[in-house]
């Protein structure tokens, strides 16, 4: 069964202090790796998006690593700041998957000021 | 551009009664996806759409649940009838192609009481 898996559900940070959100999953066929933010009652917005021919992607203060051989991919914010506080969410989308992400259940991140 | 487009935003309706959400993806998106996400849970895709032929409806209660995409643009979505472990959010997805980055949504918050 192809699971998605993210932990620590939740994390506190003070303002300033690097994040680094862990991700795991079950296939390493996969087709792309997708990091997510979703704020209280609203919709997802796309941070990051991953080829499997890729090994990072970078964003301004944002990185993700992907490492398809033991099935991780991690997302660093750099200087934390107050406005990261979210619900960061890892999507994968499977080699026979046609497209459909599978998600993880995401970490709640609160940064403190 | 204009992203993907919602209505309603919420909708409270008690068991046993029907309810129907409609979603406008991004312009020239070929395919669309509804997910379900529970509270504290990763969106679980619900059906994938690509123009308007149903790639994947496999996790769809098809007893309760239907959908379509009418001329490959616009879709809606039904409950009928509605029960209280329907209650969540109702996100809608589009991209180009499917496997490509996927826009979201604000997402319909239902409750069923």
């Known amino acids: 069964k192809q699971e998605v898996t993210q932990i620590p559900a939740a994390l506190s940070v003070p303002e300033g202090e690097n994040l680094v959100l862990n991700c795991s999953f079950t296939d390493s066929a996969i087709y792309n790796l997708q990091w997510f933010r979703q704020d209280p009652g609203k919709g997802l917005t796309s941070l990051l998006l991953?080829?499997?021919?890729?090994r990072e992607q970078t964003s301004g203060r944002l990185n993700a690593s992907l490492d398809k051989s033991s099935g991780r991919s991690t997302l660093y914010i750099a200087a934390s700041q107050p406005g990261d506080s979210a619900t960061y969410l890892c999507a994968v989308s499977f080699d026979d998957s046609w497209g459909k992400l599978q998600f993880g259940a995401g970490t709640q991140v609160v940064v403190t000021p | 551009e204009a992203g993907v487009a919602q209505s309603p935003r919420y909708k409270i309706i008690e068991k046993r009664q029907s309810v129907a959400f409609w979603c406008n993806p991004i312009?020239?998106?070929?395919?669309l996806y509804w997910y379900q996400q529970i509270l504290g849970q990763g969106p679980k895709l619900l059906i994938q759409f690509q123009n308007n032929g149903v790639v994947d409806d496999s996790q769809l209660p098809k007893d309760r649940f239907s959908a379509e995409r009418l001329k490959g643009v616009d879709s809606t979505l039904k409950i009928q009838p509605a029960k209280l472990e329907d209650s969540a959010v109702y996100l809608c997805a589009s991209s180009t192609y499917r496997d490509y980055e996927q826009y979201f949504g604000p997402g319909t918050r239902l409750t069923v009481t």
């Open positions: 991953i080829q499997s021919s890729q």
């Open positions: 312009s020239g998106h070929a395919t």
